[in-house]
């Protein structure tokens, strides 16, 4: 499985949806990790901990998404090879 981690754009947005101690998890598990450079600049995380942690990094957005436009509809029925977009946010 990919996990992409795009830099978020919004306007004063400071945080990052993965932190590199989490990569490093995901990395024992056996998945891809792909960031967008810079995703985790705001947030304190330099490029160079997310590499250090196993991840691969990208200086292209469509890189971390596979190069698909998302429908809704997509999520409803997962197919191997999927690529699939989503937040989680601690409440």
């Given at each position: 499985?990919?996990?992409?981690?795009?830099?978020?754009?919004?306007?004063?947005?400071r945080?990052?949806?993965?932190?590199?101690?989490?990569?490093?998890?995901?990395?024992?598990?056996?998945?891809?990790?792909?960031?967008?450079?810079?995703?985790?600049?705001?947030?304190?995380?330099?490029?160079?901990?997310?590499?250090?942690?196993?991840?691969?990094?990208?200086?292209?957005?469509?890189t971390?998404?596979?190069?698909?436009?998302?429908?809704?509809?997509?999520?409803?029925?997962?197919?191997?090879?999927?690529?699939?977009?989503?937040?989680?946010?601690?409440?």
């Amino acid at each position: 499985m990919l996990i992409g981690v795009p830099k978020e754009t919004f306007p004063g947005e400071r945080r990052v949806a993965l932190v590199p101690t989490t990569v490093a998890h995901l990395k024992k598990a056996k998945l891809e990790v792909v960031i967008e450079a810079g995703a985790g600049t705001a947030a304190g995380f330099p490029d160079s901990a997310y590499r250090h942690a196993g991840a691969a990094l990208s200086d292209s957005r469509d890189t971390v998404f596979g190069g698909r436009n998302f429908k809704t509809s997509e999520f409803a029925n997962p197919h191997r090879g999927d690529c699939h977009r989503a937040t989680a946010q601690r409440r």
